[in-house]
């Protein structure tokens, strides 16, 4: 099955201590994406990466870390969590990224909730 | 400025009526714009895009999006909601990498 496998589900953890939230697709996509969501604010982009070792920040990158050294993986690196990074994260992966051709169709993982205490 | 702006929290219709969710968005360069959407406790799913060509585009679940140049607008629609059609909605933006989406629109749909 086509999919988006994001872990874990439920996080919960205290100021300061790194975790990684891993991210793997198994669609061969080349596009891959870290979101935030917040209410009222909805979905903030926080890295993409349009290749292997190609990495770019998105709108909210402050505190956040990503590695692109495999085509299926894109974990999100929280090295210093804070409260304010208490958040619903959601990645995504698509075969082409808006503007490349016609397949930039975005597959969401489940999400992963954290909380940082 | 935000690329991207919803600007109803929610929209209330019933079931049968036709559904109108509003996007805008701030003109700069080719607009590549989307719409998806969230169920309870899931992640989002695609339902339709617009690139360039036709100013109606056809989407899933037999919802349409109808692009509007002048007004800058990419508003959402249904000719007949269902109850299973209450869910959030995102409009976003998307530029070469880059995404940004709209705040969301709870859609409720009642019987």
């Known amino acids: 099955e086509a999919q988006v496998t994001q872990n874990p589900r439920y996080l919960i953890t205290v100021t300061g201590k790194k975790l990684t939230v891993t991210c793997s697709q198994n669609m061969n996509h080349e596009y891959m994406s870290w979101y935030r969501q917040d209410p009222g604010l909805g979905l903030r982009q926080i890295y993409y990466?349009?290749?292997?070792?190609?990495?770019d920040k998105g709108d909210v990158p402050e505190g956040y870390k990503v590695s692109r050294k495999e085509k299926r993986n894109f974990p999100l690196i929280l090295e210093s969590p804070s409260p304010n990074q208490t958040s619903l994260y959601f990645c995504?992966?698509?075969?082409?990224?808006?503007?490349?051709?016609?397949?930039?169709?975005?597959?969401f993982g489940s999400g992963t909730q954290l909380s940082v205490l | 400025a935000q690329s991207v702006a919803q600007p109803e929290d929610q929209v209330n219709v019933a079931e049968g009526n036709p559904l109108t969710v509003k996007c805008t968005y701030s003109?700069?360069?080719?607009?590549?714009l989307f719409w998806y959407v969230q169920y309870p406790n899931r992640g989002l799913q695609f339902l339709l895009k617009?690139?360039?060509?036709?100013?109606l585009v056809k989407g899933s679940y037999g919802f349409e999006a109808e692009f509007n140049k002048s007004q800058t607008s990419f508003h959402l629609k249904k000719p007949s909601a269902l109850v299973s059609d209450s869910a959030l909605y995102f409009c976003?933006?998307?530029?070469?990498?880059?995404?940004?989406f709209g705040a969301g629109t709870q859609v409720v749909v009642t019987p």
């Open positions: 995504a992966s698509s075969y082409e990224f808006p503007g490349q051709g016609r397949n930039e169709k975005l597959f």
């Open positions: 990466s349009m290749n292997v070792e190609v990495t």
């Open positions: 003109v700069s360069g080719n607009p590549y």
């Open positions: 976003a933006r998307g530029s070469w990498g880059k995404f940004q």
């Open positions: 617009y690139i360039t060509g036709d100013n």
